[in-house]
């Protein structure tokens, strides 16, 4: 079944684990063996391929780079100006895996249409193109408002103000506070661009505030729920709600730690926490439950979010095993309607409405 990502981390692959997508992925992985400067070495579950073989014909993409002033002990650079750099270094790639007939950017009505109807009707499967809507994860980039136009004439459709950590317009996961000027600003202008709000890392002050100085479009990218695993990295019933009322669809996450509770990073393994797809479906079905329909639903893994397979449901190998969640979903009793809106007709729906004249 055609399937949508609204979560994934290509271009910070390509150019940061130096993962040619293009290859397959046990290629990718037996070129890692033996390297140890990244906790994932060895364990990618996403490559092009595995995204057509996984009838995975559409994600949002992102770009990502922090800005940390000094005493911030996460990783980021040391300017906006040098962020920016780094986001436009991943947009470059984006653009070659273009021009090698590798992916499409989709950004209005038009590209979408045309690229549903590649991927339903046109040309063996193996052969299409992946499509990719741009996103940002935490806007430090954005050195000052004029950038976002850049950002929007290059393709940016998608935006959440805040990754991990104090950001320049928002804060993040494991931080606190709100907006501040800035922020509220950014708001302003995404709305006039009709750039996409990616509740998604937003602090619970943060989130707040943006839902409350922002009328355009919502989505929560890639987020499981507080009330099956405790974190302030997952939104609470309340948040849910208030999303769900603003018509948002959340993209359900397939990292470990988010899926099951008392996962300890670099110790916890998937098999003896009993992470599997099921625990992905338990966090959909409580959003459907509050929600009272299958609507606000989707995918939205972060697979190549800076994890591979030792910190991912055990019953996934690659992407490509996307194509076990509907069963999961009939076994609980969603109809095959819901099992389309869950793989793409919620997010579709969603950009459609966004995108309308
Ligand atoms: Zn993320």
Redesign the pocket.
Known sequence: MFTIDA?L?LSMNALEWNRDLRKPLSEINRRENGMVDKPDRGKATVCIPELRKGEVGLVVA?Q?ARFVSEGNPLPGWHSPEQAWAQTQGQLAWYKAMEDAGEMVQINDLESLEKHLHLWLFELPWSYKPIGYILSL?GADSIVNLSYLEKAYENGLRAL?PA??GPGRYANG?DATGGLGPNGKELLKEMERLNIILDA??LCDDSFWEALANYNGPVWA??NNCRALVNHNRQFSDDQLKALIERGAVIGG?LDAWMMVPNWERGKSNPKEMDCNLEKMIDHMDHICQLAGNANHIGIGS?LD?AFGREQCPYDLETIGDFQKIPNLLTKRGYSPTDLKKVMHGNWLGFLKNAWKE
Do not use: F, L, M, R
Request: proline fraction near 0%.
């Open positions: 979560h981390d992102t990502i994860e959440g990754h991990y996961t998604t890392h990218s890639h996450a972060d979010g």
